[in-house]
Structure formats: structure tokens, C-alpha cells
Antibody, heavy 120, light 106 residues
Framework: EVQLLESGGGLVQPGGSLRLSCKAS????????MSWVRQAPGKGLEWVSS????????YYADSVRGRFTISRDNSNNTLFLQMNSLRAEDTAMYYC?????????????WGQGTLVTVSS | AIQLTQSPSSLSASVGDRVTITCRAS??????LSWYQQKPGKAPKLLIF???NLETGVPSRFSGSGSGTDFTLTISSLQPEDFATYHC????????FGQGTRLEIK
């Protein structure tokens, strides 16, 4: 069974940085594109960023482009999201998700999420 | 950017009811649409892919239809475990989610 385990969330001040990680297991990690999707408290889902299996191509939502960087370490089956210049509106649960096929596509497996709170 | 509008935003229904949720895209997306179920405090779960295909393990009371700009998710006979929030997602151009539909017990 596919498993995705996020970590790295926490409380950070506006303007600060945070690095999220997502450890994957039980599938051929390097074969699949991966995404980060977030959900602000009481709100809907918002796609944040994706990257291809090789890590060679990245995609970003306009709301985070230039502030967030997605990357992966295929040797350790881990996905990352480096978040800089954080704002209050970045407060959300952040999920990593496996893309089903060739990006863009749906997401067939999700982690349990890690909570990021941006507040002074 | 392609926008998705779900309706209704919330609805109340009873066990055994037939329920339909609609997702409308701001431009045509062929069949590049999926549906997810999310229960409180949990991650989303894929129900339907490519507009009308049932994900493995999802009960057959769930079905999806539509193409182009108008899509529906139907639950033929609501079960207690179906009360949750439902999200549509398009993947024709980048990725966008609808705002969600909360399904509550009447």
C-alpha cells in the first residue's frame, strides 16, 4: 500500500521560512510526478506545486511562484517543499500527493498532511 | 486559469437518498476531471477519474458523468459513511480544485 508521510510543519513568523518533507514508500517513487496541495482552515483544496518524476520540470501556482521551491531526492524517496517569505495566507494543512499518470493528472494517493501556521 | 464552480456548496440529505453534485468549468476540459471525498481531519480520497471512471475499491453507488464544461457526481443511495465533503479537480491545464460541497445528514 502506498504511504506518504509529511513532516516539517509548524509555527513560523511572517517573512520566515519552512521546509516540508514527504517520505514515500511502497511504490516506484522516481517514476511518478508528485504534488503539494494545501487546505486553509475551513476552506477548499488549493494546488500549490508539482514536479515530474526526474525532478527536471516543476510547476507552481501563481500564489507561491518565486517564494516556494519544490524538489525531490529519488535516492531517498522524499519530496520537499521549501517555503520562503511566508505570509499569513499560507497558513494551511499541506498534503503531498502522488500523481496518477503523466502530469497534469489526478492524485491517487495522499499523505495525512502537515500543518503550517504563519503568525506573529 | 481554469476555474471550477461546484453546486451546491452544501446540502442536507438522508440515508437512502439519491444525491447529485455539479461541477462547472470556466472553459472546456474534455474529460480531465476527477472527484474526491474528504472526511473531517482526513486527507482527500480519489473516487472518480477521467470524469466517469470509478477508482478501484470505491462502491458502485458512486458515479460520475459529463465532459466539456459540465460534470456531475451522483451517489445513488446515500450511506452513513458518505457524509463528507466532495471536491472536483480539473487537470486539463495545470490543476484546479472546486470550492467543495459539504454533504450533511438531514
Amino acid at each position: 500500500e502506498v504511504q506518504l508521510l509529511e513532516s516539517g510543519g509548524g509555527l513560523v513568523q511572517p517573512g520566515g521560512s519552512l521546509r516540508l518533507s514527504c517520505k514515500a514508500s511502497a511504490f516506484s517513487f522516481s517514476t511518478y510526478s508528485m504534488s503539494w496541495v494545501r487546505q486553509a482552515p475551513g476552506k477548499g483544496l488549493e494546488w500549490v506545486s508539482s514536479l515530474t518524476g526526474s525532478g527536471g520540470t516543476t510547476y507552481y501556482a501563481d500564489s507561491v511562484r518565486g517564494r516556494f521551491t519544490i524538489s525531490r531526492d529519488n535516492s531517498n524517496n522524499t519530496l520537499f517543499l521549501q517555503m520562503n517569505s511566508l505570509r499569513a495566507e499560507d497558513t494551511a494543512m499541506y498534503y503531498c500527493a502522488k500523481v496518477s499518470g503523466t502530469w497534469p493528472d489526478d492524485h491517487d494517493s495522499w499523505g495525512q498532511g502537515t500543518l503550517v501556521t504563519v503568525s506573529s | 486559469a481554469i476555474q471550477l464552480t461546484q453546486s451546491p456548496s452544501s446540502l442536507s440529505a438522508s440515508v437512502g437518498d439519491r444525491v447529485t453534485i455539479t461541477c462547472r468549468a470556466s472553459q472546456g476540459i474534455d474529460s480531465a476531471l476527477s472527484w474526491y471525498q474528504q472526511k473531517p481531519g482526513k486527507a482527500p480520497k480519489l473516487l472518480i477519474f477521467d470524469a466517469s471512471n470509478l477508482e478501484t475499491g470505491v462502491p458502485s453507488r458512486f458515479s460520475g458523468s459529463g465532459s466539456g464544461t459540465d460534470f456531475t457526481l451522483t451517489i445513488s443511495s446515500l450511506q452513513p459513511e458518505d457524509f463528507a465533503t466532495y471536491h472536483c479537480q480539473q487537470f486539463d491545464t495545470y490543476i484546479t480544485f472546486g470550492q467543495g460541497t459539504r454533504l450533511e445528514i438531514k
